[in-house]
């Protein structure tokens, strides 16, 4: 069961760390590795989000997502989208960005710094509202009690996670344009740059997440009609009839879930420039590690452990909350990655070992150990 699932992951990590070696020696091979681990743990709340939507796939979709999903996010993420966003930021054409990665490492990552606002303002925002929308929904299951339940309540207000998104990209733009302005620094023109940029990424959550959310729905309901039919033909002594597919659920989940990852790769992207500015080792080290991101997702579909370890997703989704503020931050302060991937790894880990207690207590009370279902929703 480990091997068919991380094997693709221990094979690409084979072959990056051989190809790291030979593209520049044993340096280049501890780059690799070094920049695997960081994608790994800034990620891991990454695959826990990811499991808890994953697992309303079908077994194709979630193929689909190891292979086709692989490919945007390894390809797409991790080595193209640094160079987009040096050719839109220094007005440069595909190939003279890539001739730059090349030739003028130095020059490439200055790029890249100066598009940092502008990418930290449209992730920060579409991770937000992820967090946002969950943390006001009412759930079944509560891990911070004390916090979720007034906020639940706050939450049957309409539109107000996009209200409190709104108001925090603006006093994030103001300060920064009043901070650059004040400073004399090259970004004072760029507030209205991150304003646009929050605003793509607000857009961004709405039309993906809505879509997903309305599919879902009419999944829902087809699998509810199905159920139906076959218990009315079963009292009827009639064979049951084969389940449909809904295509274009599990297709706007599988958008859903390609935006995600690539809002959640802008730290694990923009921390990589913290190590090296070489492309090329940049994209071995954080294809390795996007690898282990959607195998873990797998295996924590295929195992369960969402269902046995029930605070792990409310973990994860205050790992985003953090991530989100943190890039917002990061707009106008620097930020230590390390820091970064710390706060995602303890709220996580607090969340796994609240799910362990919480199951002996169960299990000691003589309860049985089953749990309603804690589904996450984009919406």
Request: net charge negative; glycine share 10%; hydrophobic share 50%.
């Amino acid at each position: 069961m480990l091997l068919r699932t991380f094997g693709w992951s221990f094979a690409v990590t084979a072959l990056g760390l051989v190809a790291a070696v030979f593209y520049g020696g044993w340096t280049a091979f501890g780059i690799v590795a070094i920049l695997s681990v960081l994608e790994i743990s800034l990620s891991f709340d990454n695959a826990v989000v990811n499991a808890g939507i994953l697992k309303k796939m079908n077994a194709f979709w979630q193929k689909i997502f190891l292979t086709i999903g692989i490919l945007i996010a390894v390809f797409g993420m991790r080595l193209v989208f640094p160079v987009v966003i040096v050719a839109v930021s220094a007005q440069l054409g595909p190939i003279e960005a890539v001739d730059l990665a090349l030739t003028d490492k130095d020059r490439y990552q200055e790029l890249v710094t100066d598009a940092h606002p502008s990418i930290a303002a449209f992730g920060g925002m579409f991770l937000l509202m992820i967090f946002l929308d969950f943390i006001f929904e009412d759930r079944d299951i509560k891990w911070l009690g004390w916090l979720e339940r007034p906020l639940a309540k706050l939450g049957k207000v309409d539109m107000l996670s996009v209200c409190i998104a709104l108001v925090v990209l603006l006093i994030s733009a103001i300060t920064f344009g009043a901070h650059a302005h004040q400073h004399g620094g090259t970004h004072a023109d760029k507030a209205e740059t991150v304003l646009l940029a929050g605003i793509a990424g607000l857009i961004t959550y709405m039309i993906v997440g809505g879509l997903s959310g309305y599919f879902e729905d009419k999944l829902e309901e087809e699998e509810e009609r199905e159920h139906e039919e076959e218990e009315a033909a079963e009292r009827a002594g009639r064979p049951k009839s084969a389940v449909k597919l809904a295509g274009k659920a599990a297709f706007f989940m599988f958008l859903y879930l390609e935006v995600l990852d690539a809002s959640f790769s802008f730290d694990g992207v923009i921390g990589a420039f913290a190590v090296t500015n070489d492309i090329v080792l940049m994209a071995l080290g954080l294809g390795i590690g996007a690898m282990y991101v959607r195998s873990l997702t797998v295996y924590l579909v295929r195992q369960g452990t969402l269902d046995d370890y029930v605070y792990l997703e409310h973990g994860a989704h205050y790992a985003i909350g953090a991530l989100a503020v943190i890039l917002l931050v990061t707009i106008q302060y620097q930020i230590n990655e390390i820091i970064t991937g710390l706060v995602g790894v303890v709220l996580i880990g607090a969340s796994f070992w609240s799910s362990v207690r919480r199951d002996k207590r169960l299990t000691g009370n003589g309860r049985p150990h089953t749990t309603p279902r804690n589904t996450f929703s984009p919406n």
